[in-house]
Each structure stands twice: as structure tokens, then as C-alpha cells.
């Protein structure tokens, strides 16, 4: 019996996909950190455009050689490094990249009053690229250190009002107000009640991208607020011209008409790029902050709104106000276009009109250009013959001087009648054979 080989390396014959380890890895490309509390955690994001990953990668790398730390990859998109005082965690997106730093040890009296990003040099964080878009700073507390209560929570956030949840299955207990503090950071509190390392990596993941997914899909409606003046603007301007394509009017006003219409729809168009590509990010990060919701598996604290309340009260009517401008977008878009295809419809059956008329007048020119054409030939024909019977004439009188007795006028007057077919044969040969070469020609 053949012997079956145990290990895949040994079958040689079996091709691999050129894709298929990148594709395979590309569900552990974003491991979250196995975290010990208590400690400290600053979120930051940066947005930075598309072509900036580069740049942000050789920056982490000067960091990490300043400690001594292993450097990036040249095409990586995730760098997690020791760097002794503090532990970095740099993740670059399609358009932002994030920071996370972690620093051991919490006070649960005074959880935010050393940061973890203030072990960051300074001039290391004013080198940055982009600009900050989320800012929140962390407290992670352990069993044995004191919950936090109404009082110590008002304290920490400034505020009475704010949202808070049991989660993980009763495992931990979280707390935000969502806002910015005076120093331009927010804040959470997470309290790990009985969370393995690795549970906690994730429970710290998790909420910092609800919170910056939560800012990224919002990025889209104050693009929508600044649009739509001018979408209004558009629409108004397109029902005015529905208004006087009911009206009789002449063919240059059709085509001044058709000429504005094309100019709104040149004006939509642009409005749809502008919108078109945060509309559709505003869509894809709203999903995915209510993805990392339900990860949360969330159950309320009595008198505190949960995190998908607070984000769904506040965040899903912003998107809808999108989706509404984008549907008036696209309805805009619509009208235009029917209201185009009428007008050129129109301005189609009036030029075929103007064309039938020009045809029927030159068609009566050429029938008038061909009754003088043959009124001209008949005379040519009369005129020729005239002075051909004229030279017969001549070549008789000129034959009675030379001594042959033949009577001229007599030999004019039986001359004509063959002299004029002959002529006329000769024209109508003549006018064949220039018939022929036009065909020819053509």
C-alpha cells in the first residue's frame, strides 16, 4: 500500500494560488494586543489621505529606532512594538492610520491623570501626518481596584449625562460621555470584571474603532450640509425649465433651453462626485460601528443609555440625512435626463421639419433650374442652328460665283430642317455622355 505523505510540503505536484497566503493571512492582519490591567491607553487617529502610508511607516520607523526596537516591514500595514516605558500599536487604513499606546499601572482615583501618550516624545507626535480626527484616552481598571460609581464617573467625565454598559457577558463594564474634554481628548473607562488578556485586547479594540468609525461616518454630513443649498438650487432651477417646455416656443429657445439643462446636469454631476466617495465610506463605517456593537454583547446598566442607543439616537439620523440627499441626487439626475430626452426629442422633430421644408424648396429650385435648363437648350439649339444654316448660306452663294448654278436661298431653306436635327442630336449626345461622367464620378 502506497504510503500517504504527512505533511503538505512533501506533496509536490499541488500548486498554490499566488494569492492564496495573502489572502489566508489577511484574517490575522489586525490582531488585537493581550492586555494585563490596569492601564493606561491613548486612541488616536489620523487622517491623512491615501498616499501617505509611506511617509507614516518610515515615521513609526524612526520611532522605533530611537528605542532600539525592531523596525516595520517596507510594505507593512501594522507595526506592534515593545518600546520599554510604553507599547506601540500603529494600523494604517485606507485613508487614516491609528495609534495606540499602552502604558501599565491605573489609578482608579485619578484614572486620567497621566496619559498614556504623554511617554510619546514630543517631537515625535508634532511630526505626524494628517491631522487628528479621534482622540481618546483610556482607563482600564482590574478586579480589586475600585468600580467606579455615579460620583467618581461625574468627576472623570465632567458631566451627569453619559452612557455606560455591562459587557462580554457580564465580564467588564464600560463608561463614556462621547465628548471632548477641555485638553481635545475623550475619554472611556473600562472596567475588566473577570476578562482573560486576550479578551481585554479586544473589548479596548473594539471600542476605540466604535469610536472612530463613529467620527468617520460622520465626516459625511457636513458635506451633506454644505451640498445641499445647491441641490435645492439645481432643483429649482430644472422645474423652471419643465415649467417652459409646457409652453409653444421657437427651436433657438428649445436649444437655449437644452444648452441650460446640459449646464445642470454638468453641476449634478460634479455635486455627485464630490459626495460620492465619503457617502459611500459614511456607509461602509456605519456598518461596521454597529458591527462592533453587537461584538460588545452589550446589557443595559440600570439609568444609563447603552452604546448602541447613544450611537444609534445620534449617528443613524446623520446618515440618513446622507442617504436622503443622495436619493435626491439620484432623482435629480433622473428628471434631468427625462426632461433632456424630451427636449432633444423635440428639437429633433423641429430640425426634421426645418430639413423636410429646405428639401421641398430646393426640390421646387431644381425642378425650376431644369424647365430654364431646357428652355436654354431649345434656344441653343434655334441660336446654333441659325448660324450653321447662316454658313450654308454663305458656302452657296460662294458655289454660284465659282460658275455651279445653284440657287442659294432655295439650298437655306432645304438645309434647315437637317441642320436643326443635327444640332439637336448633337446637345442631346453631348449631355448623355456629361450625365454619364457625373455617374461615374459618384
Not at 6 to 28: V, Y
Not at 55 to 84: I, M, N, T, W, Y
Request: hydrophobic share 45%.
Amino acid at each position: 500500500m502506497p504510503q500517504v505523505p504527512t505533511q503538505f510540503s512533501e506533496i509536490g505536484w499541488i500548486r498554490d494560488h499566488p494569492l492564496r497566503a495573502l489572502l489566508t493571512n489577511e484574517f490575522h492582519a489586525r490582531p488585537p494586543e493581550a492586555l494585563r490591567p490596569p492601564l493606561r491607553a491613548t486612541h488616536l487617529a489620523m487622517l491623512s489621505g491615501e498616499a501617505a502610508g509611506p511617509q507614516e511607516r518610515a515615521h513609526v520607523a524612526e520611532l522605533c529606532a530611537r528605542f532600539d526596537a525592531p523596525l516595520p516591514a517596507p510594505d507593512a500595514v501594522l507595526h506592534s512594538v515593545d518600546l520599554g516605558p510604553f507599547h506601540l500599536k500603529w494600523e494604517r487604513h485606507t485613508e487614516f492610520s491609528a495609534y495606540t499606546v499602552f502604558r501599565a499601572g491605573c489609578s482608579d482615583a485619578a484614572p486620567f491623570a497621566e496619559p498614556a501618550i504623554s511617554a510619546l516624545p514630543a517631537d515625535w507626535l508634532a511630526g505626524l501626518e494628517g491631522e487628528r480626527l479621534v482622540g481618546l484616552h483610556f482607563a482600564v481598571l482590574a478586579v480589586g481596584q475600585k468600580e467606579p460609581d455615579q460620583a467618581s464617573l461625574t468627576e472623570a467625565f465632567g458631566v451627569t449625562a453619559f452612557a455606560g454598559a455591562e459587557m462580554a457577558g457580564g465580564l467588564a463594564r464600560a463608561w463614556t460621555d462621547f465628548r471632548t474634554q477641555g485638553d481635545g481628548w475623550g475619554r472611556m473607562i473600562l472596567y475588566d470584571a473577570g476578562m482573560s488578556e486576550r479578551q481585554t485586547g479586544r473589548m479596548v479594540q473594539r471600542l476605540a474603532e466604535i469610536e472612530t468609525y463613529r467620527i468617520l461616518a460622520l465626516l459625511a454630513l457636513p458635506l451633506a450640509r454644505s451640498v445641499l443649498p445647491r441641490i435645492g438650487r439645481v432643483e429649482a432651477a430644472v422645474a423652471a425649465a419643465a415649467e417652459r417646455m409646457t409652453g409653444g416656443a421657437s427651436l433657438s429657445d428649445d436649444q437655449a433651453l437644452l444648452a441650460e439643462l446640459s449646464g445642470l446636469a454638468a453641476e449634478t454631476a460634479r455635486i455627485a462626485t464630490e459626495i460620492g466617495y465619503r457617502f459611500a465610506a459614511a456607509r461602509a463605517y456605519h456598518t461596521l460601528v454597529h458591527e462592533r456593537i453587537v461584538d460588545l454583547r452589550e446589557s443595559r446598566i440600570e439609568g444609563l443609555q447603552t452604546f448602541a442607543e447613544f450611537v444609534s439616537r445620534r449617528l443613524d439620523p446623520a446618515l440618513a440625512t446622507c442617504l436622503a440627499l443622495e436619493k435626491r441626487k439620484e432623482s435629480l439626475e433622473t428628471r434631468i435626463a427625462r426632461a433632456g430626452t424630451l427636449l432633444r426629442t423635440r428639437v429633433d422633430v423641429a430640425l426634421e421639419e426645418q430639413n423636410a421644408n429646405l428639401l421641398r424648396s430646393m426640390n421646387r429650385r431644381a425642378t425650376l433650374q431644369l424647365r430654364l435648363q431646357e428652355t436654354v437648350e431649345g434656344l441653343s439649339v434655334v441660336a446654333i442652328s441659325y448660324y450653321t444654316v447662316g454658313l450654308v448660306s454663305y458656302m452657296l452663294k460662294a458655289t454660284k460665283g465659282a460658275g455651279l448654278h445653284l440657287d442659294p436661298e432655295t439650298g437655306t431653306g432645304l438645309a434647315v430642317i437637317p441642320v436643326v436635327a443635327l444640332v439637336w442630336l448633337a446637345l442631346r449626345r453631348m449631355k448623355r455622355r456629361l450625365a454619364r461622367d457625373d455617374r461615374d464620378d459618384l
